[in-house]
Protein backbone atom coordinates (compact mmCIF):
# COMPACT_ATOMS: atom_id res chain seq x y z
CA UNK A 1 0.00 0.00 0.00
CA UNK A 2 1.19 3.07 -0.92
CA UNK A 3 2.14 6.16 1.81
CA UNK A 4 2.99 9.06 2.09
CA UNK A 5 3.59 10.60 5.39
CA UNK A 6 4.38 14.17 6.07
CA UNK A 7 6.11 16.27 9.06
CA UNK A 8 7.58 18.66 10.39
CA UNK A 9 4.46 21.32 10.15
CA UNK A 10 4.62 23.74 13.21
CA UNK A 11 4.04 27.27 14.23
CA UNK A 12 7.56 29.48 13.45
CA UNK A 13 7.85 32.96 13.73
CA UNK A 14 7.86 35.73 10.19
CA UNK A 15 11.58 35.45 8.92
CA UNK A 16 12.28 32.02 10.57
CA UNK A 17 12.78 28.45 9.10
CA UNK A 18 10.79 24.88 8.59
CA UNK A 19 12.14 21.74 7.10
CA UNK A 20 9.47 19.27 6.08
CA UNK A 21 9.89 15.67 5.41
CA UNK A 22 7.83 13.25 3.56
CA UNK A 23 8.53 9.45 4.68
CA UNK A 24 7.27 6.95 1.41
CA UNK A 25 6.55 3.59 1.64
CA UNK A 26 4.84 1.29 0.01
CA UNK A 27 6.43 1.85 -3.78
CA UNK A 28 10.03 1.77 -5.36
CA UNK A 29 10.48 5.46 -4.72
CA UNK A 30 13.75 6.12 -6.84
CA UNK A 31 11.22 5.60 -9.84
CA UNK A 32 8.91 8.46 -9.04
CA UNK A 33 9.41 11.85 -9.22
CA UNK A 34 7.63 14.26 -6.39
CA UNK A 35 5.72 17.52 -5.27
CA UNK A 36 4.72 19.83 -2.87
CA UNK A 37 1.36 21.53 -2.83
CA UNK A 38 0.27 23.73 -0.48
CA UNK A 39 -3.23 24.75 0.24
CA UNK A 40 -4.32 27.27 2.95
CA UNK A 41 -7.59 25.84 4.07
CA UNK A 42 -10.70 26.38 2.38
CA UNK A 43 -8.75 27.54 -0.28
CA UNK A 44 -7.08 26.98 -3.85
CA UNK A 45 -4.52 24.33 -4.58
CA UNK A 46 -1.01 25.76 -5.45
CA UNK A 47 1.60 23.55 -6.84
CA UNK A 48 5.07 24.43 -4.49
CA UNK A 49 8.24 22.59 -5.66
CA UNK A 50 8.77 19.20 -8.12
CA UNK A 51 12.16 17.16 -7.88
CA UNK A 52 13.01 14.24 -10.38
CA UNK A 53 13.36 10.75 -9.79
CA UNK A 54 17.23 10.83 -8.79
CA UNK A 55 17.00 14.46 -7.69
CA UNK A 56 19.50 15.97 -10.37
CA UNK A 57 16.79 18.54 -10.76
CA UNK A 58 14.05 20.82 -9.59
CA UNK A 59 11.64 23.43 -9.57
CA UNK A 60 10.14 25.90 -7.99
CA UNK A 61 7.38 28.28 -7.72
CA UNK A 62 8.31 31.86 -8.23
CA UNK A 63 6.24 32.89 -5.03
CA UNK A 64 9.05 30.53 -3.36
CA UNK A 65 12.00 30.50 -5.56
CA UNK A 66 15.21 31.20 -3.80
CA UNK A 67 13.20 30.93 -0.25
CA UNK A 68 12.30 26.74 -0.70
CA UNK A 69 14.18 24.08 -1.43
CA UNK A 70 12.97 20.40 -2.56
CA UNK A 71 15.42 17.62 -1.68
CA UNK A 72 15.09 13.68 -2.00
CA UNK A 73 17.04 11.09 -0.11
CA UNK A 74 16.12 7.61 -2.25
CA UNK A 75 18.50 5.49 0.69
CA UNK A 76 15.73 6.75 2.93
CA UNK A 77 12.72 7.31 0.88
CA UNK A 78 12.21 10.31 1.80
CA UNK A 79 11.54 13.88 0.28
CA UNK A 80 11.79 17.14 1.87
CA UNK A 81 11.31 20.93 1.73
CA UNK A 82 13.60 23.00 2.95
CA UNK A 83 11.62 26.39 3.75
CA UNK A 84 13.57 29.83 4.64
CA UNK A 85 12.86 33.66 5.61
CA UNK A 86 8.91 32.14 6.03
CA UNK A 87 6.15 34.61 5.52
CA UNK A 88 2.70 34.93 6.56
CA UNK A 89 1.47 34.25 3.25
CA UNK A 90 3.11 30.68 3.29
CA UNK A 91 0.41 29.71 5.97
CA UNK A 92 -1.31 26.71 4.63
CA UNK A 93 -1.05 23.01 4.58
CA UNK A 94 1.72 21.59 3.01
CA UNK A 95 1.20 18.12 0.91
CA UNK A 96 3.54 15.90 -0.79
CA UNK A 97 2.47 14.16 -3.82
CA UNK A 98 3.90 11.51 -5.96
CA UNK A 99 4.03 11.70 -9.49
CA UNK A 100 2.48 8.45 -11.68
CA UNK A 101 5.09 9.31 -14.27
CA UNK A 102 2.66 9.05 -17.04
CA UNK A 103 3.85 12.17 -19.01
CA UNK A 104 5.13 15.35 -18.05
CA UNK A 105 2.16 16.85 -16.32
CA UNK A 106 1.41 17.58 -12.94
CA UNK A 107 -0.08 13.81 -12.40
CA UNK A 108 0.10 13.00 -8.79
CA UNK A 109 -1.92 9.70 -8.16
CA UNK A 110 -1.27 9.58 -4.46
CA UNK A 111 -0.72 12.44 -1.70
CA UNK A 112 0.19 12.71 1.67
CA UNK A 113 -2.07 13.77 4.75
CA UNK A 114 -0.47 17.20 5.03
CA UNK A 115 0.76 18.71 7.73
CA UNK A 116 0.29 22.67 8.80
CA UNK A 117 2.76 25.46 8.80
CA UNK A 118 1.63 28.51 10.48
CA UNK A 119 3.42 31.82 9.85
CA UNK A 120 2.85 34.21 13.17
CA UNK A 121 4.62 36.18 15.98
CA UNK B 1 3.45 32.45 -13.02
CA UNK B 2 -0.20 33.41 -12.41
CA UNK B 3 -2.73 30.89 -11.33
CA UNK B 4 -5.10 29.52 -14.39
CA UNK B 5 -8.36 31.16 -14.74
CA UNK B 6 -11.27 29.18 -13.68
CA UNK B 7 -14.97 29.78 -13.16
CA UNK B 8 -15.45 30.50 -8.87
CA UNK B 9 -18.75 28.27 -9.66
CA UNK B 10 -20.47 25.51 -11.85
CA UNK B 11 -23.69 23.83 -11.47
CA UNK B 12 -26.06 21.60 -12.67
CA UNK B 13 -28.58 18.86 -11.70
CA UNK B 14 -28.23 15.11 -11.68
CA UNK B 15 -27.71 13.51 -15.86
CA UNK B 16 -26.80 16.76 -17.14
CA UNK B 17 -23.62 17.69 -18.41
CA UNK B 18 -21.39 20.60 -17.45
CA UNK B 19 -18.05 22.17 -18.68
CA UNK B 20 -15.46 24.05 -16.72
CA UNK B 21 -13.31 26.12 -18.60
CA UNK B 22 -9.54 26.46 -17.01
CA UNK B 23 -7.95 29.74 -19.08
CA UNK B 24 -4.43 30.17 -19.18
CA UNK B 25 -1.14 31.90 -21.75
CA UNK B 26 0.98 30.87 -24.20
CA UNK B 27 3.38 30.30 -21.81
CA UNK B 28 0.95 27.16 -20.29
CA UNK B 29 -2.27 25.70 -21.35
CA UNK B 30 -1.46 27.29 -24.92
CA UNK B 31 2.10 26.00 -25.12
CA UNK B 32 1.63 22.04 -24.48
CA UNK B 33 -0.51 19.58 -24.09
CA UNK B 34 0.23 18.44 -20.56
CA UNK B 35 -3.02 20.06 -18.84
CA UNK B 36 -4.15 18.23 -16.05
CA UNK B 37 -7.82 17.93 -14.00
CA UNK B 38 -8.17 16.98 -10.32
CA UNK B 39 -11.53 16.24 -8.50
CA UNK B 40 -11.00 17.24 -4.68
CA UNK B 41 -14.44 15.89 -2.16
CA UNK B 42 -14.03 18.07 0.92
CA UNK B 43 -11.31 17.13 3.84
CA UNK B 44 -9.92 14.65 1.15
CA UNK B 45 -7.04 14.48 -0.90
CA UNK B 46 -7.68 15.56 -4.76
CA UNK B 47 -7.92 12.40 -7.44
CA UNK B 48 -6.30 12.80 -10.71
CA UNK B 49 -9.34 12.79 -13.68
CA UNK B 50 -7.22 13.39 -16.89
CA UNK B 51 -3.89 14.09 -17.68
CA UNK B 52 -2.35 15.13 -21.18
CA UNK B 53 -5.51 17.19 -21.64
CA UNK B 54 -7.93 14.43 -23.01
CA UNK B 55 -6.90 10.75 -21.15
CA UNK B 56 -8.08 9.39 -18.33
CA UNK B 57 -6.38 7.06 -16.04
CA UNK B 58 -7.32 3.69 -15.17
CA UNK B 59 -10.46 3.74 -13.18
CA UNK B 60 -11.81 6.80 -13.73
CA UNK B 61 -14.91 7.28 -15.25
CA UNK B 62 -15.22 8.29 -18.83
CA UNK B 63 -18.07 10.22 -18.22
CA UNK B 64 -15.11 12.93 -17.38
CA UNK B 65 -13.59 14.17 -20.59
CA UNK B 66 -11.25 16.73 -21.31
CA UNK B 67 -10.28 19.05 -24.36
CA UNK B 68 -7.91 22.04 -25.51
CA UNK B 69 -8.30 24.51 -27.73
CA UNK B 70 -5.69 27.59 -28.19
CA UNK B 71 -5.17 28.95 -24.23
CA UNK B 72 -8.30 27.48 -22.89
CA UNK B 73 -8.80 23.79 -21.45
CA UNK B 74 -12.12 22.38 -20.45
CA UNK B 75 -13.32 19.58 -18.30
CA UNK B 76 -16.71 17.97 -18.94
CA UNK B 77 -18.68 15.94 -16.66
CA UNK B 78 -21.59 13.81 -18.59
CA UNK B 79 -24.41 12.42 -16.46
CA UNK B 80 -23.94 14.10 -13.41
CA UNK B 81 -23.77 12.71 -10.10
CA UNK B 82 -24.70 13.42 -6.46
CA UNK B 83 -21.00 12.44 -5.85
CA UNK B 84 -19.77 15.11 -8.59
CA UNK B 85 -20.52 17.65 -6.00
CA UNK B 86 -16.75 18.88 -5.54
CA UNK B 87 -14.10 21.15 -6.28
CA UNK B 88 -12.27 20.89 -9.52
CA UNK B 89 -8.69 21.76 -10.33
CA UNK B 90 -6.76 22.50 -13.41
CA UNK B 91 -2.84 22.32 -13.82
CA UNK B 92 -0.65 22.94 -16.79
CA UNK B 93 2.86 22.64 -17.52
CA UNK B 94 4.92 25.82 -17.97
CA UNK B 95 7.45 27.09 -20.45
CA UNK B 96 9.37 27.76 -16.45
CA UNK B 97 9.39 23.99 -16.39
CA UNK B 98 7.44 24.48 -13.56
CA UNK B 99 3.22 23.52 -13.03
CA UNK B 100 0.66 26.17 -11.93
CA UNK B 101 -2.83 25.36 -10.63
CA UNK B 102 -6.20 26.91 -11.59
CA UNK B 103 -7.89 28.91 -8.99
CA UNK B 104 -11.04 26.18 -8.68
CA UNK B 105 -13.94 25.40 -9.49
CA UNK B 106 -16.93 24.54 -6.99
CA UNK B 107 -19.61 22.41 -8.68
CA UNK B 108 -22.84 22.26 -6.89
CA UNK B 109 -25.09 19.21 -8.17
CA UNK B 110 -28.83 20.67 -8.07
Known amino acids: EVQLVESGGGLVQPGGSLRLSCAAS????????MHWVRQVPGKGLVWVARINNDGSNTGHADSVKGRFTISRDNAKNTVYLEMNSLRAEDTAVYYCARDAGYSFGFEADFWGQGTLVTVSS | QSALAQPASVSGSPGQSITISCTGT?????????VTWYRQHPGQAPKLLIYDVTIRPSGVSDRFSGSKSGNTASLTISGLQPDDEADYYC??????????FGTGTEVTVL
Open chain 2, 91 to 100: TSYTTSSIYV
Open chain 1, 26 to 33: GFTFSSHW
Open chain 2, 26 to 34: SSDVGRNNF
